[in-house]
């Protein structure tokens, strides 16, 4: 091949032709075949348009850190610590860094040994780092559905087959993932760990009950299997009682004194802090430990000193009281985004009308909204976007990309009150247009008003947070689908 490789992309953002995809196509690896954009990523240059009111990323509000604090915290890292700063550090990551994830974990009531956590670029490096250590292609991952957009391009690189378990109020139905399991293990199939976001749970909402975290916790155990428990959002938490993470009820079914020996827990200081410093941590069993280590040693051989050391510096501010800073910078952030929580809750049932189903979280960052099902929110998505106003649509948390085409990620928490009154006005406009369309196509005078149809009969539903994109009711667990996905 002649010529110089760079030549299908010239201009930055351009997609590659058909003609300069086929010069390359067989120097490319089969994973790629697998591998699909992120749909948070391709939202993330929109936030960067004043035009559009972005409700699509998982973003926080990084307004709120005073740029003081910031500039005093990177002046005292430059003054005692500039060397180290500069250099490579272990692979493992800083003590320094660690002692400050011991410390978030404790605010949680989880205990951890510091020698079982692995410092990493972010929270999503733990997604690949376990799927790199435990994956290999046609395995078997269990995971909710709707799960993390970002998890799903993470999963397809590594050629995981992922069971998708329909979620409804409670989080996943356990009783439904045990018969998953029977299924698969009838057809000689074991997967490699269940993937599960029990708070808040990212984009559904919702949140895992007591009774099924300890089942699933027990189902663990029986079955010998490996729990990765995503929990960047638990110290978010608006309203109720905080719940045990998976990992203390490991620790304690393990009866040790030691940690959890089945679940991995992952965490980032990118939504109590920010996610620009690009730190996030495992805890894991040692024997899972080495193998991230090794993974990470490929990747990127440490996370950045920098970071590592701002964080810990942080850290150790304290208040006019005495406490420890961050935890008054976390209650600040759950005063914020509880009030902008409202907030879109409010301007939901103004625009989307009584008949629209959305979810009411109780912390986190997120409203998983279901539409009529003759709306596609992808289509839809790109004639919001002409209106300046961006969202997730429900496509992107589905292995499969063709389930929850009817519903789409609503982020609350990035944006002031005003832009989330507005921005779900204008999607609301843009699905009364839809609407209007459909009901002059069928002739329907009831569809043409522009009124969103109701789902069901307002006396079936049995909860707010019932119906989740359509899912079972608690008392229907029976009733969730199973799917396996490419």
């Not at 300890?214 to 608006?238: F, I, K, W």
Request: with cysteine; glycine share 10%.
């Amino acid at each position: 091949m002649h010529g110089s490789m760079s030549g299908a992309g010239d201009g930055r953002g351009t997609r590659p032709t058909a003609h300069e995809l086929a010069r390359y196509e067989a120097l490319f690896a089969a994973r790629t075949r697998s591998m699909k954009s992120s749909a948070m990523r391709e939202m993330m240059a929109l936030t960067a348009r004043a035009d559009v009111i972005s409700l699509a990323g998982g973003l926080p509000d990084t307004s709120t850190f005073a740029p003081e604090l910031y500039a005093k915290l990177m002046s005292q890292v430059a003054a005692e610590s500039t060397a180290r700063a500069l250099q490579y550090g272990p692979t493992e990551g800083m003590a320094a860094a660690v002692e400050c994830i011991v410390e978030v974990m404790a605010a949680e009531q989880t205990r951890v040994d510091p020698g079982e956590v692995i410092v990493t670029t972010g929270g999503q490096q733990v997604i690949d780092l376990v799927c790199k250590a435990l994956i290999d292609p046609g395995d078997v991952i269990v995971a909710e559905a709707p799960t993390y957009p970002g998890a799903v391009p993470t999963f397809g690189a590594y050629q995981a087959e992922v069971a998708q378990i329909e979620m409804d109020a409670d989080g996943m139905p356990i009783d439904e993932l045990e018969r998953t399991l029977d299924s698969l293990q009838a057809a000689g199939r074991r997967p490699k760990f269940i993937y599960t976001i029990p708070n808040f749970q990212n984009p559904g909402g919702v949140t895992m009950s007591l009774p099924r975290r300890r089942r699933l916790v027990e189902v663990a155990r029986e079955r010998e299997l490996l729990v990765l428990e995503d929990n960047p959002y638990g110290l978010l938490r608006y309203e109720g009682e905080p719940l045990p993470t998976l990992y203390s009820l490991d620790a304690q079914a393990a009866g040790r004194g030691g940690g959890a020996d089945l679940v991995i827990y992952l965490g980032t200081f990118s939504k109590i802090l920010s996610p620009g410093v690009r730190l996030g941590w495992a805890v894991a069993p040692r024997p899972v430990l080495e193998k991230l280590n090794l993974g990470k040693q490929g990747a990127d051989l440490c996370t950045s000193p920098v970071t590592q050391l701002f964080v810990a510096a942080y850290f150790q501010e304290r208040d006019v009281s005495g406490e420890a800073g961050w935890r008054g910078y976390v209650e600040r952030l759950k005063d914020l985004y509880r009030r902008r929580r409202d907030v879109m809750l409010q301007a939901l049932t103004e625009h989307f009308g009584d008949a629209a189903r959305w979810t009411e979280p109780q912390g986190g960052l997120f409203i998983w909204a279901t539409l009529d099902e003759r709306i596609d929110t992808t289509d839809l998505l790109a004639l919001a976007r002409k209106s300046g106003v961006a969202f997730v649509p429900g496509r992107a948390a589905y292995m499969n990309g063709r389930s929850g085409s009817s519903s789409m990620r609503l982020n609350f928490a990035g944006v002031p009150d005003e832009e989330i009154r507005e921005g779900v006005g204008r999607i609301g406009k843009v699905i009364r247009e839809q609407l209007g369309l459909f009901g002059t196509l069928t002739g329907s005078s009831g569809q043409a008003s522009g009124r969103l149809p109701a789902a069901e009969p307002a006396g079936e539903q049995s909860t707010p947070l019932a119906d989740v994109v359509a899912l079972p009711r608690p008392k229907q667990e029976g009733s969730a689908r199973r799917r396996l996905d490419r």
